[in-house]
Each structure stands twice: as C-alpha cells, then as structure tokens.
C-alpha cells in the first residue's frame, strides 16, 4: 500500500510553510501514521489544509488553472498566501509500498504575467539502490514545462539542486547506470497541465506512471447527506463518489459482488445504531434507484429520504472502508458532523483498523473538532494546527510534548487533555 510520509505546503493561503512528517531532507522526522487527525480551533486553517490535498489532486486531473478556479476556490491570486510573491509550492514524500525506496514529488505554481497560474517546477526524485546518505537523485525535471526524464528505473546522477532555474544542457551528459541510461529532453505543450499528468501516461515512465495513478487514487471526501438521498438512476458501481449521491448504486453492487462484506457492515452498522436489521435497494418503475433501511420495530421499510444525516454518514463511511479496492490516501474533513458523541470513538477506531490493515487498507486523514473522536487516538498520531499572531498557521505533533505523552501513558484520554488545554494554547 502506498503512504505519504510527509507532506509540506509553502504560500497557500494561511499555510505559509507547514510540514508533517518527514521529508527527504527532514529524515530524523517521525513519519506520518497510517491514521492521522489534525485538530485546532476555528480559522486556523483545518480546512485549508483539506483543500490543499483536494489542490493537488485537481491539478493532476484538471490542470493548474482549473484547479484554482474549482470548488469556490477563486483563482490564484485567493489562494496564495496575502503579501507573498513567491509562488505555491508543495512537497510530497511518500513510498510505493512498505520495502519500497522513498520518491519525492516538488511542485511550484505560480502566475505569469497575465495573472493566469502555471506550473512553474516540477521535480520527481530518489535515492539510488543502496544510497542511505546525501541528495536524491531526480528521474524528473520540469523548469517552465522544459527538462529532461529518465525512463524506466534509471537512477541517473544528482541534478541541480540549487534554488535557482537549471541549466538543460548541463543534464545532457549522465552517467552510466547499470538499470538504466535512457534519458530524453522534454518539452511540455501546455505549461498549465502538470508533467507527471501526461508522462505518467506512458508506459516507458513506471515510476512517474505509479505516482500518477496514486494522486489519482486519492479520495477527498465531500459527502453530503443530501446528496445520499438522491435518487439515482439504477446500476451497480464498485466505489462510492466524493459527494455520495451514487450509495445505492455501490450498495447494489455490493449485495451483488461482495454479499460477504456487506453483511460484515450489516452488523457493524445495527452495533452503531439499534435497530438496523437490513439495508437493501428498490427499483422504482422509472429505474431510480432507492435505499431501505428495515427497523426491527417496523413492518414497512424506511427509505434514504427519511433517515437521519448521522445514520447515512455511518453507512457511507463503513461502506467507503469496506471497498474492495480501497483508495490508498482517504481525507475526510470532520467526520464527525451530525452523529452522536458516543460514535465518535467507535468511528475513530473504524478508520484506524482500516487504516493498519497490513492486507491493503487506505491511510487515513481526518480534520476534527471533536474530543470524544480524538479519545480514541494516540500522541502521535494527532497534529495539533494553531495560528500564530501574524495569521499564519503553525503545525505540531501532539507527540513532540513529553507531558502528553506522560499524561496518556497514565492512562488519560487524548480528547479530554485537549478539552482541558493541554494541546494548544488558551
């Protein structure tokens, strides 16, 4: 299962430079956790934070320009940080799976001189076989949409690794490797379509082609209610979307596919809410499709429509955990909106299983306001995001203070020391 180890963001909107985890110049950092909460107060900046692994994803997808302009974002003069003129970067650090040497993704976006952004830098790289010290070597170098790639495994010599713009014809001449020495001189058509978008879908770029297909994997959760009582036209389909309003579908498909693990959500879901004895569908006469739910008091079905947000919420989640395929990186922002307080731990331990699922679970990012949520969580696996006095955001890991630790160790719950102004400033 692939996982992100570390994660930075430079000048977009109040995070000015934050970095979890660890980076590849960061190596005496702890890495991410497969499960990972960020908590703060209101305006900090937790919903940024959200948006900016929805950011990178739109990029990938939909290009640069899109991406700034999609979901209310308002262009990017909105989203880069107030007063900066450096451009948005961001830094991936993650692994392909666990023996896996670790890849770097760079991204710099900025605007020319009309006002529309573009990607600026783009940069892949990796530590060679058997390299446990020094600079990584990069496979990818975008500078203006112009660079130069390595196909195949190559882990050719150190690239500029200066600040400043590089020099193509200083990387023509490499050295040799015994993987592989091919190398070819790119020059991008579009400069607001990203580099790992169009050679990542070449077969001759394995690993750019893997990171590509991770980023694309990434499911952000915008579920809604609302949008779960809709009624679809009927069809199976295996993976639930980032709004929901396609759950009777999966729930079709499931009953057809996987009855097993539909039944294994069945009696999760009646432990979570009494009552729940069965959850089907129904074809309507014009090929809609509806959700009952069976209440062991009542002889009628309860349909999507009448069911509360907090027991769609629970279905759609344990749903999205039970996939076949689980995405590899599942964001979700406060999940825990509309359900009873004494779920929340329930939830929280739900994802964390998921998550340390050695068979091929999702790593788990949540946004939170909630203690009884964070209860079930650990000091390192809670980042604590705070503003500073000017307005930018700091993060830390609620690990980094001996006095958690000592307090947790003793046996008192996480939430209840944040409830208590134990993890971020009064």
């Keep these: 299962m692939a996982k992100i180890e570390g994660f930075r963001i430079k000048n977009f909107r109040a995070l000015k430079d934050i970095t979890l985890g660890r980076l590849w110049n960061q190596q005496n950092a702890e890495p991410l956790t497969p499960m990972t909460a960020v908590i703060g107060k209101n305006g900090v900046g937790k919903s940024t934070l959200f948006d900016a692994f929805g950011f990178l994803s739109d990029c990938l997808k939909s290009g640069v320009e899109e991406a700034c302009d999609a979901r209310g974002r308002g262009g990017f003069s909105r989203l ?16 392909e799976d ?25 940069r892949l790289r ?18 203006h949409g112009n660079g130069v790639v390595w196909r195949g495994i190559y882990d050719g010599r150190q690239i500029d690794e200066g600040k400043g ?3 193509v014809r200083g990387l ?13 001189v790119v020059e991008l058509e579009d400069g607001r379509k990203l580099g790992i978008a169009t050679l990542g879908s070449l077969k001759q770029h394995p690993r750019i082609s893997a990171f590509r297909r991770f980023i694309e994997g990434w499911y952000l959760s915008y579920f809604t209610p609302d949008a779960a009582r809709s009624l679809p036209l009927a069809g199976p389909q295996k993976h639930l979307n980032i709004h929901g309003d396609n759950l009777g579908n999966v729930v079709q498909f499931m009953e057809r596919e996987h009855p097993k693990r539909f039944s294994n959500i069945l009696e999760r879901i009646a432990d979570k809410i009494p009552g729940v004895t069965r959850i089907d569908t129904e074809k309507t006469n014009d090929g809609r499709l509806l959700i009952r739910f069976n209440d062991r008091g009542f002889k009628d079905p309860f349909y999507a429509t009448q069911m509360s947000d907090g027991t769609l919420k629970i279905f759609a989640y344990l749903l999205l955990l039970e996939d076949p395929t689980p995405p590899p990186f599942l964001c979700i922002e406060e999940p825990e909106n509309g359900l009873y307080h004494k779920l929340l731990e329930s939830l929280a331990q739900e994802f964390r299983e998921h998550a340390t699922d050695r068979k091929g ?57 944040w409830y208590s102004d134990y993890l971020e400033g009064k």
């Design 80 to 95: 880069l940080t107030q007063g900066e003129k450096e451009p948005i970067e961001f830094e991936v650090y993650y692994k």
């Design 98 to 122: 666990r023996n896996a040497r670790p890849i770097t993704y760079e991204l710099s976006i900025d605007a020319d001189d009309n006002g529309r952004p573009y990607a600026l830098k783009e």
């Design 126 to 143: 990796q530590r060679r076989k058997g390299q446990k010290h020094g600079w990584p070597y990069s496979f990818l170098v975008l500078n």
């Design 165 to 167: 713009d590089f020099d």
């Design 172 to 184: 023509i001449e490499s050295e040799k490797d015994e993987e592989d020495r091919e190398k070819e």
């Design 361 to 417: 679970g999702s790593q788990v990012f949540v946004t939170t306001h909630q203690p009884y949520f964070v209860d079930a969580l650990e000091p390192k696996e809670v980042w604590v995001l705070e503003k500073k006095d000017d307005g930018f955001s700091t993060i830390r890991r609620a690990s980094d203070d001996q006095i958690v630790n000592s307090m947790t160790t003793e046996g008192l719950p996480l939430g209840s020391l």
